[in-house]
């Protein structure tokens, strides 16, 4: 393993958002908008309800953690993606960096970025709806944890599609997490869902961390069991997709899809 | 002189399609070699190959004395390659991307990257986004991140494609020199045979896979019966293969 190959991909992501404008105001824009649209939501429920009830904890928390797993999963596909529109995959695959050492790179950089912008919307949710983030307690971090190795592992996947399907896939990719989110429960207990769809929720990590989120807000404690099926799945996706990732990896070796890859090449 | 690159009995078929036929040949150091043949010859899987980009059916690739299967990682970090069709990333500026790719070949020492900016006439160009260079400066930007590593193989893989005939002579004098002064062993692939016949110590001709002939690309010709290096690319690229050599 060799940190500078790793320390490379990072910085070519930095030296690529520092020279626009644009990516840096993106990074932001679309945190204060969900903040602010979820944030006024919360704040017109408490109105109804008179107080009763945290909203803001229940609500706005969730979409914080949500957006942070968007935001790794994306951050590992984009980095990807950005190689993939400089149609500079054979530069780099021809420099002896590993694909073990492109991924971390990868995977570094997404977590950099992710964590930057989750500081700043906490800060937001802070300062304009009253969002004590650490009443939640140590726990946030186990939870983030779960949320970063899943998010990771959908963005190996991502790569591993478009890899072995072509740049035209990246439409595939978008939506994952838009598909995802009605079976992991981010607004509402997976219980309330039909049979069948409480069945996908229990494959997926992510279920496991909303519940136990709302299980903090509204019980006041920490459903360690939860945790556990959320972390071991998130790490079974992990090793899966990496080895899917592998093997597409050695698969266009094989076929020279890597020498010739194009939008063409979808098949 | 010493063997740089050892290539014996590659074979590669795509879909059942023979794209190389147990194809042997050698670089040596300070040697020039130009890898010639038509479209679909076999000219740019061999160097995809070398590179490890690809991977063979049948046979070995050696460079500097260890086996490309084995030492992936090690060999790919004292060759270097530059193709037209392979731009550097255009978003990134010409020194950026230097420096990007000098941590991606494990060099920490910046003045390498000045000395090649000065040798490819790119200090005005320092921090401008590569996509903005025109052609010629981005063969140069390309070339200079290829000479990165100080590479014992070189794969050109054409080079001066769509340079204006001035800054492709250009080019030519500065790898030729820069090969040269350094020692490397250079593979280049063209389709311009005056640029072959101009810089090339030794040419290898391929077709539909296989290596038809081999030789001094100024004798070559005459030796064949024909008047220069086009005229005999043109002949061979006609032959069907038993009839080569």
Known sequence: MNFLHIWAIILRQFYLLRSNFVRIVSLFLWITVDILLWGFLTRYLSYIDKGGFDFVKLLLGAVLFWDFFNRIMYGVTMGFLEDVWARNFLNLFCSPITIKEYLLGLVSSSLIIGSFAFLIMVFIACLVFKLSFFSYGMIIFPFLVVLLIFGTSLGILSMAIMLRFGPSAEWLIWPIPAILSPFVGIFYPVSILPNWMQFISKILPASYIFESLRKVVLLDSVSYLDLFFGFSLALFYLIFFCIVLYLTYNHCLRTGSLTRYSAENIV | ?245
């Open chain 2, 1 to 245: 002189m010493k063997e740089i690159l050892s290539v014996k009995n590659l074979s590669k078929s795509y879909n059942g399609i023979k794209a190389l036929d147990e194809i042997s040949f050698s670089v040596y150091a300070n040697e020039i070699v130009g890898l010639l043949g038509p479209n679909g010859a076999g000219k740019t899987t061999t160097i995809s190959i070398i590179l490890g980009i690809l991977k063979q059916d049948r046979g070995e690739i050696i460079v500097n004395g260890m086996d490309l299967r084995r030492y992936r990682a090690k060999i790919l970090k004292r060759i270097n390659f530059f193709a037209s069709y392979s731009p550097l990333p255009g978003n990134l500026t010409v020194y950026e991307n230097l420096y990007i790719f000098s941590l991606l070949y494990g060099l920490r020492d910046e003045s390498i990257i000045e000395d090649l900016i000065k040798r490819f006439s790119l200090q005005k160009f320092r921090n401008t986004k590569a996509g903005l260079l025109s052609t010629g400066e981005q063969t140069r930007l390309g070339l200079a991140k290829a000479m990165l590593n100080s590479p014992i193989l070189l794969l050109l893989d054409e080079p001066t494609a769509s340079l204006d005939p001035s800054i492709a002579k250009e080019i030519r004098k500065l790898i030729r020199n820069f090969a040269k002064e350094r020692g490397y062993g250079v593979l280049w692939t063209s389709h311009n045979m005056h640029e072959v016949e101009e810089v090339c110590d030794r040419v290898i001709f391929l077709s539909q896979g296989r290596i038809l002939i081999e030789g001094d690309p100024r004798s070559l010709p005459k030796e064949y019966g024909k008047n220069n290096l086009e005229e005999l690319f043109i002949f061979l690229a006609k032959q069907p293969l038993n009839s080569g050599g």
